[in-house]
């Protein structure tokens, strides 16, 4: 069983800057590819970025120039570096693992709000 924590969430001001983190813990030792995925308020979830176990990354139109997804190489974990913050940011962001079978798992969210 593998469970996923995310962090890092909170409020910024237009313009502004947060870093949010995911960890796997549970049997797990690699995976296919992880991700970030998010909900605004009374929309649907859309994916915001992925990474492979290899390293390639993709991006959803509106984050590109903006947020940088990352892996951490000493465990299962990745990152979301998110600068220039606009309030349409503002949302749930879920981390997601699939494995390399395509097995998903998810975290419980953490809220991102983005307001002056």
């Known amino acids: 069983q593998v469970q996923l924590v995310e962090s890092g969430g909170g409020l910024a001001q237009p313009g502004g800057s947060l870093r949010l983190s995911c960890a796997a813990s549970?049997?797990?030792?690699?995976?296919?590819?992880m991700g970030w995925y998010r909900q605004p308020p009374g929309k649907e979830r859309e994916l915001v970025a992925t990474?492979?176990?290899?390293?390639?990354?993709n991006y959803t139109d509106s984050v590109k120039g903006r947020f940088t997804i990352a892996k951490d190489n000493s465990k299962i974990a990745m990152y979301l570096q998110m600068n220039g913050l606009k309030p349409e940011d503002t949302a749930i962001y879920y981390c997601y693992l699939l494995t390399q079978l395509r097995k998903p798992y998810w975290g419980q969210g953490t809220q991102v709000t983005v307001s002056s």
């Open positions: 549970g049997s797990i030792f690699r995976f296919g590819t």
């Open positions: 990474i492979t176990s290899g390293g390639d990354t």
